[in-house]
T-cell receptor, first 112, second 115 residues
Framework: DAGVTQSPTHLIKTRGQQVTLRCSPK?????VSWYQQALGQGPQFIFQ???????QRGNFPDRFSGHQFPNYSSELNVNALLLGDSALYLC???????????FGEGSWLTVV | AQSVTQLGSHVSVSEGALVLLRCNYS??????LFWYVQYPNQGLQLLLK??????LVKGINGFEAEFKKSETSFHLTKPSAHMSDAAEYFC?????????????FGKGTLLTVNP
C-alpha cells in the first residue's frame, strides 16, 4: 500500500522564480493538505483540497496556490519566491471525513 | 483558534529511562490531539491520536499519552527509552472531527537518548 508520495525531494530555486511541488495521496484517500515547515519549527497549515476545491486556507499569501486533480493528486505552486520560502513542504492526506492524517516525506525547497 | 505549547525544546534521557514530553493545548471546542514523530530528513509519522474516546491513548513503539481536560494537557510518555527513539516529536491539535479540521502544531521537542 503506497503511502503519500511527493516530488521532487529536493530543489533549489532563485528568488523571484516560481515552483511547483507535487503530491500523490495515500491509496484510498481523497483529501490533501499542504504544510510548510521552516527549519526548527513545527509545520504550518497552508491549505486543504477536497473534491478539487480549496476547503480551508491558513495564513499564507496569495503567492501560494494549489490544485487538486480528479485522481486526487495535488500540486502546490509558489510564485515570486522569497528567501523566506525556503522550507520543507509536507503533503498530507486523509479520507473525507476521516481523522487520521498521513504525511509524505516532504519536498525540500531552497531559495537562493 | 487552537494553539499548542510544547514545554522544552530539547529533552535528553538515558537509554532505559522514562521519556516524558509535555504538551499543553488551547482550544475553544473539544479537541482532537495528535503526537507525530519526525526522524532526521524525513516526514511526519503518526504516533497516536486522541479523538474523545479513552483518555489514555496507546500508540506505536511503546508510546502512550493521557488526555487531561482539567489541565489542558496531552503529555507523551514511554517507560523505557531506546536509542531508536531519538527524533523530533510534535504535538498537534485540530478543532473538530472530520476532514474540515486542520492541524495546528507545536514547535517540537527534540529527544536525545544517551547510551
Amino acid at each position: 500500500d503506497a503511502g503519500v508520495t511527493q516530488s521532487p525531494t529536493h530543489l533549489i530555486k532563485t528568488r523571484g522564480q516560481q515552483v511547483t511541488l507535487r503530491c500523490s495521496p495515500k491509496s484510498g484517500h481523497d483529501t490533501v493538505s499542504w504544510y510548510q515547515q521552516a527549519l526548527g519549527q513545527g509545520p504550518q497549515f497552508i491549505f486543504q483540497y477536497y473534491e478539487e476545491e480549496e476547503r480551508q486556507r491558513g495564513n499564507f499569501p496569495d503567492r501560494f496556490s494549489g490544485h487538486q486533480f480528479p485522481n486526487y493528486s495535488s500540486e502546490l505552486n509558489v510564485n515570486a519566491l522569497l528567501l523566506g520560502d525556503s522550507a520543507l513542504y509536507l503533503c498530507a492526506s486523509t479520507l473525507w471525513p476521516g481523522n487520521t492524517i498521513y504525511f509524505g516525506e516532504g519536498s525540500w525547497l531552497t531559495v537562493v | 483558534a487552537q494553539s499548542v505549547t510544547q514545554l522544552g525544546s530539547h529533552v535528553s534521557v538515558s537509554e532505559g529511562a522514562l521519556v516524558l514530553l509535555r504538551c499543553n493545548y488551547s482550544s475553544s471546542v473539544p479537541p482532537y490531539l495528535f503526537w507525530y514523530v519526525q526522524y532526521p530528513n524525513q516526514g511526519l509519522q503518526l504516533l497516536l491520536k486522541y479523538t474523545s474516546a479513552a483518555t489514555l491513548v496507546k500508540g506505536i513503539n511503546g508510546f502512550e499519552a493521557e488526555f487531561k481536560k482539567s489541565e489542558t494537557s496531552f503529555h507523551l510518555t514511554k517507560p523505557s527509552a531506546h536509542m531508536s527513539d531519538a527524533a523530533e516529536y510534535f504535538c498537534a491539535v485540530s478543532d473538530s472531527g472530520g476532514s474540515n479540521y486542520k492541524l495546528t502544531f507545536g514547535k517540537g521537542t527534540l529527544l536525545t537518548v544517551n547510551p
